[in-house]
């Protein structure tokens, strides 16, 4: 039509499985089809279309759909975290076929992260479909240098935070990656001046105090780039836990100077007042 669209992206886009179903049925080469401009395949498409029927009809038919990349190097994954499409992004990380998952496990860049991952998961996760190949389809990043939950973090659901967190990714070397312009986790919630994002991100802090103190390629923390109301929450976190012996103070060298800083500045009474109170 006028906008680019097939009967078949229409078909997908208006939720007509039976429809979609029939063009394949006349051409089943039509699976791996991809819009022209974008390089979207039809998995992509109905992801971003939040058809959920469809997501799961496609994955089945075609599961090596998973891996495919769009113009801007998003899989699947990355496509349905940025539109934060909860539903979609819980069907594929748990219903990968075990012959994609083996592929997948050759093909990771990173075999030590991803065999922590998945044996984490194994022996922690009582969902006997997780196989292990959704690893490194979360730790494969796109043309920006973000994985999964960069782009989860990016478009500031913290509900699609909290479920790729919650599949057993809790591991320092994930939690710190950084895209390509040096932006973990913490500064891309930052920089979004996203508040709930950082609040739900900080309390994994336990896992890494490292986690705290990686800088962009500003040379910046992620603390710098919030706004003082949040930057005085997360100084009383930190020494909330550091008082709980959950966080080793000494592995917080960037923001002790930090803390000491503020707590001499005799011009900033409310946090003064704050953090000598804890």
Same mark, same amino acid.
């Given at each position: 039509?006028?906008? $680019? #669209?097939? /009967? ?6 208006? $939720?007509?499985? @039976? +429809?979609?179903? !029939? %063009? ?7 699976? $791996? ?18 058809? &959920?029927? &469809?997501?799961?009809?496609? !994955? ?22 940025? @539109? ?12 990968? /076929? /075990? ?26 996760? =009582? ?8 690893? =490194?389809? &979360? ?10 939950? #960069?782009?989860?973090?990016?478009? $500031? ?18 939690? @710190?990656?950084?895209?390509? @312009? ?15 994002? %950082? ?9 890494? +105090? ?69």
């Amino acid at each position: 039509n006028n906008i $680019g #669209h097939t /009967p078949m992206i229409s078909a997908i886009i208006h $939720g007509n499985i @039976n +429809a979609l179903k !029939f %063009f394949i049925e006349q051409d089943s080469a039509s699976l $791996g089809y991809c819009s022209l401009n974008e390089n979207k395949t039809l998995l992509h498409i109905a992801i971003e279309s939040n058809q &959920i029927a &469809i997501v799961k009809f496609l !994955f089945a038919a075609n599961p090596k759909l998973i891996q495919a990349k769009d113009k801007d190097g998003n899989n699947a994954l990355h496509c349905a975290s940025i @539109n934060g499409n909860i539903d979609a992004l819980n069907a594929l990380l748990y219903h990968i /076929p /075990p012959e994609i998952s083996r592929e997948l496990h050759y093909k990771s860049k990173s075999e030590a992260l991803f065999y922590k991952l998945s044996k984490s998961a194994l022996s922690q996760n =009582s969902q006997s479909e997780w196989n292990g190949g959704n690893s =490194s389809l &979360i730790l494969e990043k796109n043309q920006d240098g973000m994985n999964v939950l #960069h782009c989860a973090v990016k478009s $500031g659901n913290v509900a699609t935070i909290d479920l790729i967190i919650s599949h057993n990714f809790r591991h320092a070397e994930f939690m @710190n990656e950084k895209d390509n @312009n040096g932006n973990t986790l913490l500064h891309l919630a930052a920089k979004n001046q996203d508040p709930s994002a %950082f609040k739900y991100l900080i309390k994994f802090m336990d896992y890494s +105090a490292k986690f705290l103190e990686e800088i962009d390629n500003q040379g910046n923390l992620s603390f710098y780039y919030l706004s003082k109301e949040v930057q005085i929450n997360v100084i009383t976190a930190i020494k909330l836990k550091i008082l709980a012996g959950k966080v080793d103070q000494k592995e917080l060298s960037q923001y002790a100077d930090l803390l000491r800083k503020i707590q001499s500045d005799k011009q900033d009474q409310e946090v003064n007042s704050l953090v000598s109170n804890i």
